[in-house]
């Protein structure tokens, strides 16, 4: 599976949209991004994933440029409880395997 | 019911015990998963089961032992562990993934496993 590089860390203010960016430049064609988050201490949630089209659902937005080589995970409106862990992952078959991840800290 | 339950939600064991963890989804997923979870660390693909048969192991300690009884089960046996094996031992589940096909996986909320 390709790997993913992602910022340690981010900051957004409560009510703002959070845009976690997410590099995977060796993806190949056949394997998707997903991404999850992890708010301390629980499992890991899933959020959403896409293989090459832009992808919304009830919790964010992913967006996937034309070369597949990154993508954006859009929070449109962020909240305290969105704070945690987030994961960005290129897989292809079985094996789901996390990178370090983002920390997303939303502040008052 | 998107839900994966474990059990327990916390153990302690000594060294010489000989302990199992419990896995349990009824959303009718053919494919399940342990992930260890150190302190500050993403989490590590220990074992995939797919149709209930081991596909993966990523060379994990024989002190480990999977087991997965039928669809909806998956036990993880655990025998002369060492105290950095103290961990959250994370259970997931999913429809099987083939190359070119994407479907979510499913995390419990873990097992946090202290040994002692």
């Known amino acids: 599976d390709a790997k993913t590089t992602q910022p340690p860390s981010m900051d957004c203010a409560e009510g703002r949209a959070a845009n976690l960016p997410c590099n995977h430049s060796?993806?190949?064609?056949?394997?998707?991004v997903y991404w999850y988050r992890q708010i301390h201490s629980q499992g890991p949630q899933y959020i959403i994933h896409?293989?090459?089209n832009n992808e919304t659902n009830e919790m964010a937005s992913l967006i996937i440029t034309e070369d597949r080589k990154s993508s954006t995970l859009i929070l449109p409106h962020a909240t305290l409880r969105d704070t945690a862990v987030y994961y960005c992952?290129?897989?292809?078959?079985?094996?789901?395997?996390f990178g370090e991840g983002t920390q997303l800290t939303v502040n008052p | 019911d998107t839900e994966v339950t474990q059990t327990p939600k916390h153990l302690v064991m000594g060294m010489t015990n000989k302990k199992s963890l419990k896995c349990e989804q009824h959303?009718?997923?053919?494919?399940m998963y342990w992930y260890k979870q150190k302190a500050k660390k993403p989490p590590e693909l220990m074992f995939v089961?797919?149709?209930?048969?081991?596909?993966i192991n990523e060379s994990v300690p024989s002190r480990f032992s999977p087991e997965c009884p039928n669809s909806s089960l998956l036990n993880l046996h655990l025998h002369a562990l060492q105290p950095e094996d103290s961990a959250l031992y994370l259970c997931?589940?999913?429809?099987?993934?083939?190359?070119?096909?994407?479907?979510?996986?499913?995390f419990g909320q873990g097992t946090r496993l202290t040994v002692v």
């Open positions: 997931a589940s999913s429809q099987p993934n083939f190359i070119g096909t994407g479907s979510e996986a499913f």
């Open positions: 060796t993806i190949s064609g056949n394997e998707y």
């Open positions: 896409g293989l090459k």
């Open positions: 992952i290129v897989k292809g078959g079985s094996r789901l395997t």
């Open positions: 959303m009718g997923h053919r494919a």
């Open positions: 089961y797919s149709y209930e048969k081991l596909s």
